[in-house]
């Protein structure tokens, strides 16, 4: 099983590419920045900063790195909901889910449960993830979309569901409707609010399963160095 994320655009997406899961050292992360900020060689200690701004605003660059210091920009990362073939979870045919798989965020490894509204929080991405009652109405400064059906051919062109706000989220899970991405964009904020996915994916079958992202900021998140928020596909198997 592996992360991917299109190099090229949401018509056209190129070549998949893949990092690994459980990233290190700089390696094997996807990293935000301004728009121009980034760049495949920097380093993750030389990352640029982000301003804090005057009011809340997607975050509009991604960029994926398999080392420390080798990066690709995701092509269709916008922070929007503007392109559906952005990221996908790819599995092979030698397993078996149990369950329906669910998307969501923690603010480290540990996967603490997030405290909502609370600033800065304890772990490295707390500010992230657990958001803040004036900026996000305590949802999570992250923001996920999950498109319905597993399938391993890439999705038609278009919109990733209707409504992303600041503000999206809903406690719980919520989930999709057949073959259609979430309507409204669900929080990612650990088990407080996620997305999981309609159906269980077939048993010894290889697929892929499509989802976005969109990473927001504000005046009344915290600062830091370093936020390491953690991005998780959760399943069981059999």
């Known amino acids: 099983m592996q992360s991917q994320y299109a190099p090229g655009t949401d018509a056209s997406p190129g070549t998949w590419a893949s990092i690994a899961f459980s990233g290190s050292a700089g390696a094997n992360e996807y990293r935000f920045a301004s728009s121009g900020a980034g760049a495949g060689s920097t380093a993750s200690a030389s990352w640029p900063l982000y301003t804090r701004p005057g009011s809340t605003q997607k975050v509009v ?7 420390n210091t080798t990066g690709v920009k995701v092509g269709t990362y916008d922070g929007d909901k503007t392109n ?8 092979d045919n030698l397993g078996t889910y149990a369950a329906a798989p669910s998307l969501t965020a923690y603010s480290d490894t540990t996967h603490a449960a997030p405290s909502a509204g609370t600033q800065p929080g304890t772990e490295s991405g707390s500010p ?8 996000t109405s305590s949802t999570s400064y ?17 919109a990733a569901g209707t409504t992303l706000l600041v503000t999206s989220g809903t406690a719980g899970s919520v989930s999709p409707g057949s073959a259609a ?31 976005s992202l969109s990473l927001w900021t504000g005046p009344n998140m915290s600062t830091s160095s370093a936020m390491l928020p953690v991005i998780v596909w959760s399943y069981s198997y059999s």
């Open 128 to 135: 992230i993830i657990n958001g803040h009652a004036t900026d």
């Open 61 to 67: 660059e991604c960029w994926a790195f398999s080392a």
């Open 84 to 91: 559906s073939n952005v990221f996908r979870i790819d599995w």
């Open 181 to 211: 991405w979430l309507t409204t964009w669900q929080s990612l904020q650990g088990s407080v609010q996620f997305i999981t996915a309609r159906t269980t994916p077939a048993a010894t079958t290889a697929n892929r399963a499509y989802f």
């Open 142 to 158: 992250l923001k996920g979309n999950l498109f319905d059906t597993f399938q391993t051919a890439n999705l038609s062109a278009g």
